[in-house]
């Protein structure tokens, strides 16, 4: 499968050619190849050619990509291909510079060539009519050379599928539970929120934590140890921007922790913060009867029996998210599979009336295409709802059926990391309500609770009925 796509060069066009003939990509430069023009001095000779025709365009070049199916095509023969290309649709009047970049899975050709020629100083008009002539010139050549070619559409729609980055559920369920390398960020964005006065301040402390700020379509941070940006929507549902300036709104739901003053070195020295500590223990027990009260638990048995409700349906909610995402994955391999049935199945039709050479001279794709067509029946056996999705034959709409299905499973999988948010999320604060009465209830929490109460009557002259706090 060659695609092709074009792209004109209005700046740094000493960078594009420096760029595409990188030693590390064209293995030292053995797989570049120029016309009219030498490597060192492409640019300026490019210059030059359009000053001597007094040319006006803004344009000082065009940069073409051609790109192969991985493992279709040797590097060599990608290279041969490139050139062919070039000098079909230029016909030896075009400056150019052509690599071909070995270094990773698909091997693709750049071609970048001079907005004019330099035989009658006649402008290169890209439009859609020139694309597509050079597309055709690509899918003739390829075929020839027994390359795959595939339908535009279908092409887009298969590539869309194959550039789709799917996130491990388990590595998402990780994050939450604070066990990799993104949980510091979210930790000190926590943090933060809680001693906020407003979104303003929130950017203030966080710079303070060494973080720098990003902003665009989604913010993002990086601490002053890294070298990259994380967006923070990475982090969960819960640390987009705008879920981040509502938590920061709604504090006043959210719950502090007991001191405990026996512990606390600062209570022995400091009188003003144990009686600071004191009134803050009374006020978030306070706080944390009511909201007991308000989600209707009068007992520590409901309060447990509701915690493992809700963990039994966080591993339901685990297990789904997982047979979504292997469903995902699942898909994928699909398309990979189909789209390569569809290539090599010409082949395998003109086996059927060809003699026996035909087969040992295309070996190799008819080998593939068995090889597709057993994976598809063996994926299509296993996932039958697939099969409906797809129908009995393929065609450029199967991709998008697919692709369809993709969003569909999306879709799903986000709606169980909310219900999976909003449930442990109840978890946590379920089990700091639970410990704050714990902590209140200790004999050294009580009784400064009382010497506080009694010390507040003295200073008012007023009685106050005692607090009876049951649970």
Not at 69 to 80: D, I, L, Q, R, T
Not at 342 to 362: C, E, G, R, W
Not at 369 to 395: R, V
Not at 416 to 440: G, V
């Amino acid at each position: 499968m060659a695609v092709t796509k074009i792209h004109p060069i209005k700046t740094t066009l000493k960078k594009s050619i420096d760029y595409i003939c990188n030693k590390s990509k064209t293995y030292e430069e053995v797989y570049v190849t120029t016309h009219l023009c030498t490597r060192e001095f492409a640019h300026k000779e490019f210059e030059m050619t359009r000053k001597e025709f007094h040319s006006k365009t803004k344009v000082l070049a065009h940069h073409l990509i051609q790109s192969f199916m991985p493992g279709e095509v040797s590097f060599e023969k990608a290279h041969e291909v490139g050139k062919n290309l070039c000098d079909s649709i230029f016909e030896g009047k075009f400056e150019y510079v052509l690599a071909t970049h070995i270094d990773k899975g698909h091997i693709h050709n750049h071609i970048i060539f001079n907005s004019i020629d330099s035989i009658e100083g006649k402008i290169y008009r890209s439009y859609y009519g020139s694309y597509m002539k050079i597309r055709n010139e690509s899918d003739r050549i390829c075929r020839e050379n027994n390359l795959s070619v595939i339908d535009t559409e279908a092409s887009q729609e298969y590539s869309k599928i194959m550039n789709r980055v799917y996130e491990n559920w388990y590595e998402w369920n990780q994050d939450k539970q604070g066990n990799s390398y993104k949980s510091k960020l979210q930790i000190d964005i926590n943090r933060t929120i809680k001693s906020a006065n407003n979104f303003e301040d929130f950017l203030s402390k966080m710079e303070e934590l060494g973080y720098e700020i990003k902003f665009g379509k989604h913010i993002a941070f990086k601490h002053k140890e890294k070298e990259r940006f994380t967006r923070s929507k990475t982090l969960g549902l819960n640390f987009t921007e705008e879920k981040i300036k509502k938590r920061i709104q709604n504090k006043s739901n959210e719950v502090d922790r007991i001191i405990d003053i026996s512990k606390n070195p600062k209570t022995k020295n400091n009188k003003a913060y144990e009686f600071w500590a004191t009134k803050h223990n009374l006020q978030t027990m306070s706080k944390s009867i009511l909201l007991l009260r308000k989600y209707g638990y009068n007992s520590k048995k409901e309060v447990y029996d509701r915690q493992n409700k809700l963990r039994q349906e966080l591993r339901v909610i685990s297990d789904e998210g997982k047979k979504l995402t292997r469903e995902k994955k699942v898909v994928k391999e699909l398309s990979k599979h189909i789209h390569i049935y569809m290539q090599t199945k010409p082949y395998a039709d003109a086996n059927k009336d060809i003699s026996s050479l035909f087969k040992k001279v295309h070996k190799k794709e008819l080998d593939k295409y068995q090889k597709a067509k057993d994976e598809i029946q063996k994926i299509l056996k296993k996932y039958p709802e697939l099969k409906t999705i797809i129908g009995k034959n393929f065609s450029k709409d199967t991709f998008k059926k697919l692709n369809s299905k993709l969003d569909v499973l999306d879709k799903e999988i986000e709606g169980l990391k909310k219900e999976y948010i909003s449930k442990t999320e109840e978890i946590e604060m379920l089990e700091k309500l639970i410990q704050n009465y714990e902590d209140y209830m200790k004999p050294s929490t009580l009784d400064k609770i009382k010497e506080f109460e009694k010390e507040v009557q003295s200073k008012e002259k007023t009685s106050t009925k005692n607090m009876d706090i049951e649970l």
